[in-house]
């Protein structure tokens, strides 16, 4: 009785395949252009691998590549950037010498560091939309040292531990919401920092500056270490919206007057301070290099 009720079931099933295969045997006869056009999902690539690929995987790139990876991005050529190759410069030799990055970006300075051969390089990036370009450029740029981590350095400057034999933080002081607490922290994990930094200024930005329209409030005074340090409070006025932002985790956030922050370094330790690229009429606002070193 079993096998006679299971007959009928498997004529029908095998005439299904039989018309299956009667249907795609015309397709075959008449070529694969017969076969009917299909787009691709979303998420898929329709076309060969490519570095280009690569790239436009991710929205709102600020950072060019070097032309020999042969793509498109950002704009900024900052793989080649005079002001990271002055701070290696005064730096000195950094073979078996500890690196840390802060706000990578996009890896263009992680490049360059690279390049003079550390023995280890760690890029700390918060924002989710850099830190996965910056693993797109570790690949494009077969970048071997380099690591890249997610998250706020702040907090994880406040208990590491880790001691560094250089910080660089390009881009990134101004963009603290408590930028005193950050120059305190790196003197706390390293002998030598450089810094890229806007600075407040009435002098460089008076009054009716289209600059200061970012400002929020009155100047603010701290008194730390001995020194008293000037701020002004600024908000990004909704341009973290945009998928290609690169500022702070918060919206409000200070700039230090540039003498207080030469000043505080000094108080932190610091006996060795230069500064370069000194820019008071930056388009967004004056800005400068430092390199401190405390020496032995």
Known sequence: ???????????????????????????????????????????????????????????????????????????GAFYADPRILWALDEFGPLEGRKVLELGPLEASHTYMIEQRRPASLLAVEANRLSFLRCLVVKELLDLK??????????????????????????GVLYHMANPIRL?????????????WTHYASDEAMPPGDPRRMAFVGEAEVCETHGVSVRCRKRSYWGAWKN?????????????IEKDDILTLLGALGFDDVRTAHD??????????????RRSR
Do not use: K
Not at 58 to 69: D, F, R
Not at 183 to 192: G, V
């Open 1 to 75: 009785m079993t096998s006679w009720s299971i007959r009928p079931a498997a004529r029908s099933i095998s005439r299904r395949l039989r018309r299956a295969a009667e249907a795609l045997d015309g397709f075959a006869s008449d070529g694969p252009s017969s076969l009917p056009a299909a787009a691709a999902l979303d998420n898929y690539v329709e076309g060969p691998p490519s570095a280009q690929n690569a790239v436009d995987a991710l929205q709102g790139w600020n950072m060019a590549l070097p032309p020999e990876v042969g793509v498109t991005a950002g704009a």
């Open 145 to 170: 040292i380099a690591r890249f981590e997610l998250g706020n350095f702040a907090p994880w400057l406040e208990t590491t531990g880790r001691r560094f034999d250089l910080i660089v933080a390009s």
């Open 183 to 195: 120059l305190e922290l790196l003197s706390l994990r390293a002998d030598s920092v450089y810094l």
């Open 243 to 255: 998928s290609s932002f690169c500022g702070g985790l918060y919206d409000l956030h200070r700039w």
């Open 279 to 292: 820019e008071p009429d930056h388009h967004n606002g004056p800005a400068f290099s430092i390199f401190a």
